[in-house]
Nanobody
């Protein structure tokens, strides 16, 4: 059984910063990609940032230069450092991890429950 849990959301003023964390736990043999998505009210869920097990990263154009994704493979953890936050960054942020279990079968995507980020003065 695998769990993915996000933390670090909250209320922040425009121009402020937040750091999100996501920890995967359970019967994990390996983790491939770890991604951050977000979903604002009335909008579709969108990819914010992604990182491979080797450290290659990819960002949505809307967050390039402001957000940084990183991971600690030893801790099965991915982070999202968010700087220069804007009201349009307000959303529920979800972590997604592509995880293979000890049965060495195919890898599956696991989602966290989400953490709310609100950018407002």
């Amino acid at each position: 059984q695998v769990q993915v849990v996000e933390s670090g959301g909250g209320l922040v003023q425009p121009g402020g910063s937040l750091r999100l964390s996501c920890v995967a736990s359970g019967s994990i043999f390996s983790i491939n990609d770890m991604d951050w998505y977000r979903q604002a009210p009335g909008k579709q869920r969108e990819l914010v940032a992604a990182i491979t097990s080797g450290g290659s990263t990819n960002y949505a154009d809307s967050v390039k230069g402001r957000f940084t994704i990183s991971r600690d493979n030893a801790k099965n953890t991915v982070y999202l450092q968010m700087n220069s936050l804007k009201p349009e960054d307000t959303a529920v942020y979800y972590c997604n991890a592509l995880i293979r279990g000890f049965d060495l079968g195919p890898a599956y995507h696991y989602w966290g429950q989400g953490t709310q980020v609100t950018v407002s003065s």
